[in-house]
T-cell receptor, first 113, second 116 residues
């Protein structure tokens, strides 16, 4: 069955440190992949997306993600985290055979000054 | 991308009552989606609402509990019926822009529902 896994429920980093949030998917075809961020009390904002082509995609707020087909992964990275990045991050896969967007369980990022 | 207005933003309701959540989009969209986000959980798709047809519900969700209307291409409502405390969640509507692969999905800011 199609699924999205985010192994890390909660991550804490210091401001200025680098960040990597993991995402693994299970899907029979090449997926459309997304990362969303949800700040406290807010809706979801799209950070970046991958459909095809260059496997390293750039997003907003200085985030990037790399699609690795061999590892079925789409990890989110940021070289230097800011306190305002504290939020919940969701990886999602769009299954174009069913027109559904499936979310991972999310990773809560906490940033210490 | 589309802009979504979702109302109410939050509500506290008595058990046994019903709440209707509205989702207004600033452009015409074919597909609208309703999600539930239980406390501390991820988003779960409730149903897909297409204009002019019955909504399609996911496993575990039924029309009697979550009736959906989609009267036109810019508006939808989700009703949470006969509420219990277990229905306390954030409910979000989402739309897929034409050529969803290129634009992704846009989400409303959500309705935070507390049932007491």
């Amino acid at each position: 069955a199609q699924s999205v896994t985010q192994p890390d429920i909660h991550i804490t980093v210091s401001e200025g440190a680098s960040l990597e949030l993991r995402c693994n998917y299970s899907y029979g075809a090449t997926p459309y992949l997304f990362w969303y961020v949800q700040s406290p009390g807010q809706g979801l904002q799209l950070l970046l997306k991958y459909f095809s082509g260059d496997t390293l995609v750039q997003g907003i707020k200085g985030f990037e993600a790399e699609f690795k087909r061999s590892q079925s992964s789409f990890n989110l990275r940021k070289p230097s985290v800011h306190w305002s990045d504290a939020a919940e991050y969701f990886c999602a896969v769009f299954m174009y055979n069913t027109d559904k967007l499936i979310f991972g369980t999310g990773t809560r990022l906490q940033v210490f000054p | 991308s589309a802009v979504i207005s979702q109302k109410p933003s939050r509500d506290i309701c008595q058990r046994g009552t019903s709440l209707t959540i509205q989702c207004q989009v600033d452009s015409q969209v074919t597909m609208m989606f309703w999600y539930r986000q239980q406390p501390g959980q991820s988003l779960t798709l409730i149903a897909t609402a297409n204009q002019g047809s019955e909504a399609t519900y996911e496993s575990g969700f039924v029309i009697d509990k979550f009736p959906i209307s989609r009267p036109n291409l810019t508006f939808s409502t989700l009703t949470v019926s006969n509420m219990s405390p277990e229905d306390s969640s954030i409910y979000l509507c989402s739309v897929a822009a034409p050529g969803v692969g290129a634009h992704g999905y846009t989400f409303g800011s959500g309705t935070r529902l507390t049932v007491v």
